[in-house]
């Protein structure tokens, strides 16, 4: 069934979703490329990262708030099985905006390095280590800190893989099926 008038997110919602898409698309971008990167290139290119992950996490946190005041557009109404894989795809990638910089931030809380780096956000915002992990003893930190490691790079692999379902998904509705579904998310 072709909507004549789409059903459209609202505004501070439509902001929010193209926000954290851009920073979590940027941040999967400089994470994989960290090891290719020149050492002068490597430590601004974290501090970046971190920076830009912190900032997903606010608003990812404004995002849920949204989330849990308002009632999103209905899914419209495609086949049974693309209706149940975008509801599952929308809260596995509500899980991932909070876990993907959450165990980031808790990998370099547990640097052995963290005190001679204090963490600012953007080079300006002085910004803070999560404590328990931070003042743990040398030899537990780092264990923790590898850990945490594996922990978030898989996270941040099983969250680029959500992220092309939807994508691909959106794509698939708006130019194969030839349904008004960017729309329901574009600004103006
Ligand atoms: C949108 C959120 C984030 C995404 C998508 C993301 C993604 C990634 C990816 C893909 C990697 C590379 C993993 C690998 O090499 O296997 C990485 C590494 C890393 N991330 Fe994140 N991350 C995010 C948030 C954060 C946050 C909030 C922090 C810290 C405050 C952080 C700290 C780090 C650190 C320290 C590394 C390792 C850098 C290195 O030493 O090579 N990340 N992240």
């Known amino acids: 069934m072709q909507l004549s008038v789409p059903q459209r997110y609202t505004r501070p919602a439509i902001f929010l979703h193209w926000a954290v898409a851009t920073l979590i698309a940027?941040?999967?971008?400089?994470?994989?490329?960290?090891?290719?990167?020149?050492?002068?290139?490597?430590?601004?290119?974290?501090d970046a990262h971190k920076s830009f992950g912190i900032t997903v996490l606010g608003l990812a946190i404004m995002r849920l708030m949204w989330r849990a005041t308002h009632t999103p557009p209905p899914i419209p109404p495609y086949a049974e099985w693309e209706r149940r894989?975008?509801?599952w795809v929308h809260w596995v990638l509500y899980g991932f905006i909070f876990l993907v910089p959450l165990s980031g931030w808790l990998h370099d809380s547990a640097w052995k390095g963290a005190a001679g780096h204090p963490m600012k956000l953007f080079w300006v915002i002085p910004w803070f280590r999560i404590g328990p992990i931070e003042h743990l003893d040398a030899a537990t930190k780092e264990y923790w800190h590898s850990l945490l490691f594996t922990v978030h790079s898989t996270l941040a692999y099983a969250l680029a893989a959500a992220?092309?379902?939807h994508v691909a998904g959106a794509l698939k509705h708006q130019f194969l099926d030839d349904k008004p579904e960017l729309q329901r998310m574009w600004p103006g």
């Open 163 to 165: 992220f092309v379902v």
């Open 85 to 87: 894989t975008a509801h």
């Open 26 to 46: 940027t941040n999967l971008l400089i994470g994989f490329t960290f090891d290719y990167l020149p050492k002068n290139d490597l430590r601004p290119m974290i």
